[in-house]
C-alpha cells in the first residue's frame, strides 16, 4: 500500500475532481521506482549449447526408453549427424545468431511451431489457471468480483504500460538485492549494464518482452500460419455471457480508467440482460481445426462483421461471465481448461472466466507467451483486488445509463456459417467429451519434510509419475516437464526430461524387487534420482538442455530445403518427442490450481504443486489412457517414497 502513495499530489487532485470514490481505486498498482525495461537491453543472450553437448544430453535421455539394440542405433546416428549435417546446421545456426543479437535463437522457429500448428487450441495449447478465492467469503460475489479483478487488470495494465510495474526479477539473496538500498542504487545504472549490477548481488532479472501482449491481443486463424494481433489503442473490454458478446469502454479518451462503481454498473447490466443464448454461437469457431477456422473468418468478413471482430481482437482482453456455480475441483478444471465453448473466446491473449459463485481463472492462448508473464499478472491481480478492492459488498454501482455505454454485438451469418458454427460444435463436444480429469491431495508431507531430508521436491514428484507409470504400465516412457528460460533476453523454456537411467532404476526397485533392497539402498537410489534431477534443472534454466537446440536444427534443415537427416527420421526420436507424460509445475499464493489437456491421445497432461505440507496433482487423459488409476499410482509411489526416507520398511 505504501507504494500507492508515492503518486505526485497533482495527479491525486485530478482524480479527486474526476470523482473518483477513495476505495483504492488508484489508477496505478504501485509506481517502481526502477523502471519496468530497465534490465531489458542487457539480459544476458540465450545460449547455443555446444553440439557435442546437445547429443550426450540427447542419448542420456534416450538410454532408459530403448533396448541395447535400438540404443546402438540411434547412438550411431546421433555420432554421425554430430560429425555430419549436424555440424554444418549448427555452425549455421551459431552464425545466424550472432547476426541476430537483439533476440535469442528460438524466437523464430518457437513461434512458427505454434502458429503453424493446425489443430484446435483448445485441451491442445491453452492452459488454465484458477485463483484462490479472495480470503474475505463476501467478496465472492460474481459482480464484486468481476468488477474488482476487472479494475485490478486495467490497474496491471496500466502500470506496465506507464514502466511503472516493479522489473520481474529473481532473487537468489533477497535480503541483498530485494531490498530499497538495492533498487535506489540500480536505477542509476545504464540500462546497458543494469543487469550485471544485479548479478553481483545474485538477483537474475527475467525477460519482460512478452508482456505487452497480454493486452489488446488475439491470435488470428489463417492459411498455414497464424498471426499475432495487438492494438494498444483500444479502451473497451469485451465481456462474454450465455454465448453473448458485449463490449463497453473501460478507459476515457485520456486513457484514465473509468470509475470502478460504473465498470460495476455496467458488469451488473450485463449479468441481468435476459436475452436468449444465440442460436449459433460465435464462441465455436475459435475452437476449430486453424485452416478450417481461417476460411470461416474470411467468410465473416466478407458477410459484413469486420467491425464486430475487429472489437473482438482488439479488446483488452475478454471476461467470460458464467451462469452457474462450480461443484469440485473436476467440475472447475473443466470449466477453466475448455468450458462449454459457446462464452468463450478461445484466441485471446487471456481470458478470466468468473463463475456464478466468483470462482475465477484465466484461460490464456499459448503462442505469445509462457507461464512466467501470466503467472505475474495473476498474482498482482489477486494481490490487489484482495488487498485494495475496488469496490465493496456495500458499494452501489453508479447511476450511469448502461444502456448506452454498453453494446451487444450483432453478428451477421450465412448458411455457410451458420453450418460452420453446428460442425465446430459438434466437434468440440465430441472431443471434450473424451477428456476426463482427476485429481488428488497427498496430505503426508511435502515440501519442508523432503527439504529436511536433503532431497528436491521437484525430483520426488517426478520421480513419482515414473514410479506409478511403471506400475500401471510396466514401463518407462518420455517425459517433458516444461523450465522457463526467462533469465535470458526471448527466452521461452528448455525441456527437462525426467525419464532417466536414474528414476528407472529406482522405480524398479520400489515396484518390482522392493524385498531385495535394504531402506538405506532404497534412500540411496533417491538421493542419486534427485542429485541427477538437480543437475538437468540447472541445464535447462541455464539454456543447456538439448530439445530447443536439436528442434531448431531441425526446423533450419526444412527451412533450408535441406534432406531431412536420418537422425530426424530414427523412430527413437520420433519416440522421444511423442511425450506420454508432460508436466507442468507452478506453486504461489494467488494460484488454486492449473490444468492442461494431454499433448498426446494416449498420453497424460500432469499439473502439479509441491507445497509445505501437501502435494497436488491434477491429471488429464484421454480413453487411451486411465486417470484415475494414474494417480492411485501417484499416491502409492509417493506413500512409499516419503515412508523410505523417513527410514521406514515398506511392503510390495
Given at each position: 500500500?505504501?507504494?500507492r502513495?508515492?503518486?505526485?499530489?497533482?495527479?491525486?487532485?485530478?482524480?479527486?475532481?474526476?470523482?473518483?470514490?477513495?476505495?483504492?481505486?488508484?489508477?496505478?498498482?504501485?509506481?517502481?521506482?526502477?523502471?519496468?525495461?530497465?534490465?531489458?537491453?542487457?539480459?544476458?543472450?540465450?545460449?547455443?549449447?555446444?553440439?557435442?553437448?546437445?547429443?550426450?544430453?540427447?542419448?542420456?535421455?534416450?538410454?532408459?526408453?530403448?533396448?541395447?539394440?535400438?540404443?546402438?542405433?540411434?547412438?550411431?546416428?546421433?555420432?554421425?549427424?554430430?560429425?555430419?549435417?549436424?555440424?554444418?546446421?549448427?555452425?549455421?545456426?551459431?552464425?545466424?545468431?550472432?547476426?541476430?543479437?537483439?533476440?535469442?535463437?528460438?524466437?523464430?522457429?518457437?513461434?512458427?511451431?505454434?502458429?503453424?500448428?493446425?489443430e484446435?487450441?483448445?485441451?491442445?495449447?491453452n492452459?488454465?489457471?484458477?485463483?484462490?478465492?479472495?480470503?474475505?467469503?463476501?467478496?465472492?460475489?460474481?459482480?464484486?468480483r468481476?468488477?474488482?479483478?476487472?479494475?485490478?487488470?486495467?490497474?496491471?495494465?496500466?502500470?506496465?504500460?506507464?514502466?511503472?510495474?516493479?522489473p520481474?526479477?529473481?532473487?537468489?539473496?533477497?535480503?541483498?538485492?530485494?531490498?530499497?538500498?538495492f533498487?535506489?542504487?540500480?536505477?542509476?545504472?545504464?540500462?546497458?549494464?543494469?543487469?550485471?549490477?544485479?548479478?553481483?548481488?545474485n538477483?537474475?532479472?527475467?525477460?519482460m518482452?512478452?508482456?505487452?501482449?497480454?493486452?489488446?491481443?488475439?491470435?488470428?486463424?489463417?492459411?498455414?500460419?497464424?498471426?499475432?494481433?495487438?492494438?494498444?489503442?483500444?479502451?473497451?473490454?469485451?465481456?462474454?455471457?450465455?454465448?453473448?458478446f458485449?463490449?463497453?469502454?473501460?478507459?476515457?479518451?485520456?486513457?484514465?480508467?473509468?470509475?470502478?462503481?460504473?465498470?460495476?454498473?455496467?458488469?451488473?447490466?450485463?449479468?441481468?440482460?435476459?436475452?436468449?443464448?444465440?442460436?449459433?454461437?460465435?464462441?465455436?469457431?475459435?475452437?476449430?481445426?486453424?485452416?478450417?477456422?481461417?476460411?470461416?473468418?474470411?467468410?465473416?468478413?466478407?458477410?459484413?462483421?469486420?467491425?464486430?471482430?475487429?472489437?473482438?481482437?482488439?479488446?483488452?482482453?475478454?471476461?467470460?461471465?458464467?451462469?452457474?456455480?462450480?461443484?469440485?475441483?473436476?467440475?472447475?478444471?473443466?470449466?477453466?481448461?475448455?468450458?462449454?465453448?459457446?462464452?468463450?473466446?478461445?484466441?485471446?491473449?487471456?481470458?478470466?472466466?468468473?463463475?456464478?459463485?466468483?470462482?475465477?481463472?484465466?484461460?490464456?492462448?499459448?503462442?505469445?507467451?509462457?507461464?512466467?508473464?501470466?503467472?505475474?499478472?495473476?498474482?498482482e491481480?489477486?494481490k490487489?483486488?484482495?488487498?485494495?478492492?475496488?469496490?465493496?459488498?456495500?458499494?452501489?454501482?453508479?447511476?450511469?445509463?448502461?444502456?448506452?455505454?454498453?453494446?451487444?454485438?450483432?453478428?451477421?451469418?450465412?448458411?455457410?456459417?451458420?453450418?460452420?458454427?453446428?460442425?465446430?460444435?459438434?466437434?468440440?463436444?465430441?472431443?471434450?467429451?473424451?477428456?476426463?480429469?482427476?485429481?488428488?491431495?497427498?496430505?503426508?508431507?511435502g515440501?519442508?519434510?523432503?527439504?529436511?531430508?536433503?532431497?528436491?521436491?521437484?525430483?520426488?514428484?517426478?520421480?513419482?509419475?515414473?514410479?506409478?507409470?511403471?506400475r500401471?504400465?510396466?514401463?518407462?516412457?518420455?517425459?517433458?516437464?516444461?523450465?522457463?528460460?526467462?533469465?535470458?533476453?526471448?527466452?521461452?523454456?528448455?525441456?527437462i526430461r525426467?525419464?532417466?537411467?536414474?528414476?528407472?532404476?529406482?522405480?524398479?526397485?520400489?515396484?518390482?524387487?522392493?524385498?531385495?533392497?535394504?531402506?538405506?539402498?532404497?534412500?540411496?537410489?533417491?538421493?542419486?534420482?534427485?542429485k541427477?534431477?538437480?543437475?538437468?534443472?540447472?541445464?535447462?534454466?541455464?539454456?543447456?538442455?538439448?530439445?530447443?537446440?536439436?528442434?531448431?536444427?531441425?526446423?533450419?534443415a526444412?527451412?533450408?530445403?535441406?534432406?531431412?537427416?536420418?537422425?530426424?527420421?530414427?523412430?527413437?526420436?520420433?519416440?522421444?518427442?511423442?511425450?506420454?507424460?508432460?508436466?507442468?509445475?507452478?506453486?504461489?499464493?494467488?494460484?488454486?490450481?492449473?490444468?492442461?489437456?494431454?499433448?498426446?491421445?494416449?498420453?497424460?497432461?500432469?499439473?502439479?504443486?509441491?507445497h509445505?505440507?501437501?502435494?497436488?496433482?491434477?491429471?488429464?487423459?484421454?480413453?487411451?489412457?486411465?486417470?484415475?488409476?494414474?494417480?492411485?499410482?501417484?499416491?502409492?509411489?509417493?506413500?512409499?517414497?516419503?515412508?523410505?526416507?523417513?527410514?521406514?520398511?515398506?511392503?510390495?
Open positions: 500500500m505504501a507504494a502513495q508515492l503518486v505526485p499530489r497533482r495527479a491525486a487532485a485530478l482524480r479527486w475532481r474526476r470523482g473518483y470514490s477513495s476505495a483504492g481505486a488508484a489508477e496505478y498498482l504501485h509506481r517502481s521506482i526502477v523502471p519496468t525495461m530497465h534490465y531489458q537491453k542487457s539480459l544476458p543472450r540465450l545460449p547455443v549449447p555446444k553440439l557435442e553437448d546437445t547429443i550426450r544430453r540427447y542419448l542420456n535421455a534416450q538410454k532408459p526408453l530403448l533396448n541395447d539394440d535400438q540404443f546402438r542405433k540411434t547412438e550411431e546416428l546421433a555420432h554421425q549427424f554430430e560429425k555430419g549435417v549436424g555440424r554444418e546446421l549448427h555452425e549455421q545456426l551459431v552464425a545466424q545468431d550472432s547476426q541476430n543479437k537483439h533476440t535469442s535463437y528460438i524466437t523464430g522457429p518457437w513461434f512458427d511451431m505454434y502458429l503453424k500448428a493446425r484446435s487450441v483448445v485441451l491442445n495449447f492452459p488454465f489457471m484458477s485463483f484462490n478465492p479472495d480470503p474475505k467469503s463476501e467478496y465472492n460475489d460474481q459482480l464484486i468481476a468488477t474488482n479483478m476487472t479494475v485490478s487488470a486495467i490497474r496491471f495494465m496500466k502500470t506496465f504500460r506507464a514502466g511503472y510495474l516493479e520481474e526479477v529473481f532473487h537468489l539473496n533477497p535480503e541483498k538485492s530485494d531490498t530499497q538500498l533498487k535506489n542504487i540500480i536505477r542509476f545504472v545504464p540500462s546497458s549494464i543494469s543487469w550485471f549490477g544485479a548479478y553481483m548481488v538477483a537474475y532479472p527475467l525477460d518482452s512478452q508482456y505487452f501482449r497480454l493486452f489488446n491481443s488475439t491470435r488470428l486463424p489463417k492459411p498455414d500460419r497464424d498471426e499475432l494481433y495487438t492494438d494498444e489503442k483500444a479502451k473497451h473490454l469485451l465481456v462474454l455471457r450465455n454465448g453473448n458485449y463490449i463497453f469502454d473501460v478507459l476515457d479518451r485520456d486513457g484514465n480508467m473509468l470509475k470502478p462503481s460504473e465498470i460495476q454498473a455496467h458488469l451488473k447490466y450485463i449479468l441481468s440482460d435476459n436475452s436468449p443464448a444465440p442460436a449459433f454461437p460465435l464462441g465455436y469457431l475459435s475452437s476449430e481445426n486453424r485452416d478450417t477456422w481461417a476460411l470461416l473468418r474470411k467468410n465473416l468478413l466478407d458477410n459484413g462483421n469486420e467491425e464486430a471482430l475487429q472489437k473482438v481482437d482488439s479488446a483488452l482482453f475478454c471476461l467470460s461471465l458464467d451462469d452457474f456455480p462450480i461443484k469440485d475441483f473436476v467440475h472447475l478444471s473443466h470449466t477453466m481448461l475448455h468450458g462449454d465453448g459457446a462464452n468463450r473466446w478461445y484466441d485471446k491473449s487471456f481470458t478470466l472466466i468468473i463463475a456464478k459463485d466468483g470462482t475465477a481463472a484465466v484461460n490464456f492462448e499459448h503462442s505469445w507467451g509462457d507461464g512466467v508473464a501470466v503467472l505475474r499478472f495473476q498474482n491481480v489477486f490487489d483486488s484482495t488487498k485494495a478492492p475496488a469496490i465493496s459488498p456495500q458499494s452501489q454501482p453508479a447511476s450511469v445509463d448502461s444502456s448506452r455505454a454498453v453494446r451487444k454485438l450483432d453478428f451477421k451469418l450465412n448458411d455457410a456459417l451458420k453450418a460452420g458454427i453446428t460442425k465446430a460444435k459438434e466437434k468440440f463436444d465430441a472431443t471434450v467429451g473424451t477428456l476426463s480429469l482427476n485429481l488428488i491431495q497427498f496430505n503426508e508431507g515440501k519442508e519434510v523432503l527439504k529436511q531430508k536433503k532431497v528436491s521436491p521437484d525430483a520426488v514428484a517426478q520421480l513419482a509419475f515414473q514410479m506409478a507409470f511403471l500401471q504400465y510396466n514401463q518407462t516412457v518420455a517425459t517433458y516437464e516444461s523450465c522457463s528460460t526467462a533469465a535470458f533476453k526471448h527466452g521461452r523454456t528448455e525441456t525426467p525419464a532417466s537411467v536414474h528414476t528407472k532404476k529406482c522405480s524398479e526397485a520400489f515396484v518390482r524387487e522392493v524385498s531385495k533392497h535394504s531402506t538405506e539402498e532404497l534412500q540411496n537410489l533417491i538421493v542419486e534420482c534427485s541427477y534431477h538437480g543437475r538437468l534443472t540447472k541445464e535447462a534454466a541455464m539454456g543447456q538442455g538439448f530439445d530447443r537446440h536439436l528442434f531448431v536444427l531441425r526446423h533450419l526444412v527451412s533450408k530445403g535441406i534432406a531431412l537427416p536420418d537422425f530426424y527420421q530414427d523412430q527413437a526420436y520420433a519416440r522421444i518427442n511423442h511425450n506420454i507424460i508432460s508436466t507442468s509445475t507452478l506453486v504461489s499464493p494467488s494460484v488454486q490450481l492449473g490444468g492442461f489437456g494431454p499433448v498426446v491421445s494416449d498420453g497424460f497432461g500432469v499439473g502439479y504443486q509441491v509445505d505440507d501437501w502435494i497436488g496433482c491434477n491429471v488429464s487423459s484421454y480413453p487411451a489412457r486411465n486417470g484415475k488409476e494414474y494417480l492411485q499410482c501417484i499416491h502409492k509411489s509417493l506413500e512409499d517414497i516419503f515412508n523410505v526416507l523417513k527410514g521406514k520398511k515398506i511392503g510390495s
